[in-house]
């Protein structure tokens, strides 16, 4: 009845285990390293004496070091370690919901409305804060949009949720080149085309006091419920026989994958192809429970993300967008991956 293969025997309880520790491992490493290197860089034990300065007082520690570390760099890469894993996690669960393998969080337009939401508020003031609003407010209700117009027609699908989904997102990418067009060439343009591409430069303790809990609550209740997503992979019948609310469950699923979504690109821009390459990159090492893909698919997340964002910072004098080279590995990575997995939603 279900569509999760027996995994292999490799994978049983200690070997899972390992492979979550490494990757816990790895990330705590990546983050070390990340708070390090930069156009100032700063030797690990100060890295380490910063945390926890204000725990434990270190005389020695120059105040520029700790303004670096904890004031620019800590805010960053804690920002990028939970968007990472938060649109991972949200690219798994969609394509759980929708079983298929070429879902994104973005599917139901939701990017595409926070980018005309970022776009329209950059063109009218430079305040961050209203950009950071808009561009998370449009992006919620682009997807309420895509779910009213899949209610117009009589038959309600998951299908004719995904096809409204792209009508909304081919509308509001219309209407962020209309931005774009009327926008003034010297000043406006540059920060929309910037910002659109992805960046986590200008992060700061605000931003994750205020994005923070929506993209660590989504993350929790997608965690708390990863096993009603492997329900729900085997088919509406199937579900509904096992006793499962399935307009309830698809509906916790898709509010919280789009407010990690909209919080995540209103505080970054858009950052693509996280959602959509590193779920199959899980299901390559755990197969797709999502019970063990879930947790996964966050640590891998976080440290992919976070050395990319590194990459971007410090392989040139100046930052490149985040998106593009985000773009530029995810898209032959994912042809190998399709390549591997054969395309299909079985494995």
Request: glycine share 8%.
């Amino acid at each position: 009845m279900s569509q999760h293969p027996k995994r292999k025997e490799f994978w049983g309880k200690r070997n899972y285990s390992v492979l979550r520790i490494t990757l816990i491992l790895l990330l705590a490493f990546t983050t070390l390293i990340s708070l390090m290197v930069g156009r100032f860089e700063v030797p690990p034990f100060d890295v380490i004496a910063a945390i926890f300065s204000g725990i434990i007082p270190c005389q020695d520690l120059s105040p520029t070091v700790k303004s670096v570390i904890v004031d620019v760099r800590l805010p960053r890469v804690l920002a990028v370690i939970i968007v990472g894993a938060a649109l991972s996690v949200a690219g798994a669960a969609f394509q759980g919901l929708f079983r298929n393998p070429l879902v994104s969080p973005d599917i139901l337009g939701v990017s595409a409305g926070a980018g005309f939401g970022a776009a329209l508020a950059l063109l009218l003031t430079e305040n961050i804060f209203i950009t950071q609003l808009f561009a998370f407010l449009l992006g919620i209700f682009a997807v309420g949009l895509a779910y009213l117009i899949s209610r117009v027609y009589k038959v309600s699908s998951t299908l004719t949720l995904v096809l409204a989904g792209i009508v909304v997102a081919a509308l509001f990418q219309a209407l962020t080149s209309l931005v774009k067009y009327v926008a003034d060439p010297l000043n406006k343009l540059p920060a929309i085309v910037f910002w659109l591409m992805g960046s986590f430069n200008h992060i700061s303790n605000s931003d994750l006091l205020v994005a923070g809990p929506l993209l660590l609550g989504g993350l929790l209740i997608l965690y708390l419920i990863r096993w009603r997503i492997n329900v729900l992979s085997m088919g509406d019948e199937d579900a509904r026989a096992l006793g499962v609310d399935i307009k309830q469950q698809k509906a916790i699923i898709i509010v919280s994958a789009t407010v990690i979504s909209a919080a995540a690109v209103s505080i970054c821009g858009i950052v693509g192809w996280i959602g959509l390459v590193i779920p199959h990159v899980g299901r390559l090492l755990v197969g797709p429970d999502h019970k063990l893909l879930i947790p996964i698919v966050a640590l891998v997340g976080a440290s992919y993300l976070l050395i990319v964002d590194t990459v971007a910072r410090t392989i040139t004098v100046t930052e490149i967008p985040i998106g593009i080279i985000t773009a530029l590995v995810g898209a032959p990575v994912f042809a190998y991956l399709l390549r591997r997995t054969q395309t299909g939603w079985k494995q």
